[in-house]
């Protein structure tokens, strides 16, 4: 099972969201800590294009998560979240 590791950007953006997006959050991270590659479709993950193997961005609503699985360390770090259009912006 991997752990989950949230920046401090990630934790401070799930405190302004509503406990819907909270409880849907968390029952991706659930999942995802069982099986970081796993293909289910409600996911909705897709690997980073322009990044290492290894960096993705999981969907919820009009949200993105962007994480990098750390297989060596058995983590799932999670380093950003803003809205759909804002997240890919440095």
Request: no cysteine; charged share 30%.
């Amino acid at each position: 099972m991997y752990k989950i590791i949230l920046s401090k950007q990630v934790q401070k953006f799930l405190d302004l969201l509503s406990d819907e997006y909270v409880r849907s959050f968390q029952e991706k991270l659930n999942i995802l800590s069982k099986n970081p590659f796993s293909r289910e479709t409600n996911l909705d993950i897709v690997p980073l294009i322009g990044k290492p193997k290894g960096f993705y961005r999981i969907r919820i609503g009009n949200y993105r998560f962007l994480y990098e699985i750390r297989k060596s360390e058995i983590i799932i770090y999670f380093y950003k979240a803003e809205s759909r259009g804002d997240v890919y912006k440095k």
